[in-house]
Nanobody
Framework: QVRLVESGGDSVQVGGSLTLSCVVSGLSVGTTVVSWLRQAPGQERDVVAIRVSSDLFTYYPDSVKGRFTISRDTVKNTVYLQMNGLKAEDTAMYYC????????????????WGQGTQVTVSS
């Protein structure tokens, strides 16, 4: 059984930093695509970072490019999201996801999900 458990969400001020962690069991983060997504109230769930198993490809939307970094530790089987220069619009529930059911990176295509961790950014 695959399980993903996120942690690290917190309330921070604009300009601050946070690192989210996602401990994965039942699936190796070194051999599958991993992703972080977020969902703000009343909004759709959006991808904020993707890293493929080969490490040859990472994706960040323009809204977070240069501020967010996805990484993984294959020994700890953990995925991280380093977030710097946080803005109020980064406030959302953040989810870790792994594995693809299909051939695209749309949110609905990810096979396994964590329960989410809340990030709140205020001025």
């Amino acid at each position: 059984q695959v399980r993903l458990v996120e942690s690290g969400g917190d309330s921070v001020q604009v300009g601050g930093s946070l690192t989210l962690s996602c401990v994965v069991s039942g699936l190796s983060v070194g051999t599958t695509v991993v992703s972080w997504l977020r969902q703000a109230p009343g909004q759709e769930r959006d991808v904020v970072a993707i890293r493929v198993s080969s490490d040859l490809f990472t994706y960040y939307p323009d809204s977070v490019k240069g501020r967010f970094t996805i990484s993984r530790d294959t020994v700890k089987n953990t995925v991280y999201l380093q977030m710097n220069g946080l803005k109020a619009e980064d406030t959302a529930m953040y989810y870790c996801a792994a594995g693809l059911r299909g051939t695209t990176y749309r949110p609905g295509e990810f096979a396994h999900w964590g329960q989410g961790t809340q990030v709140t950014v205020s001025s």
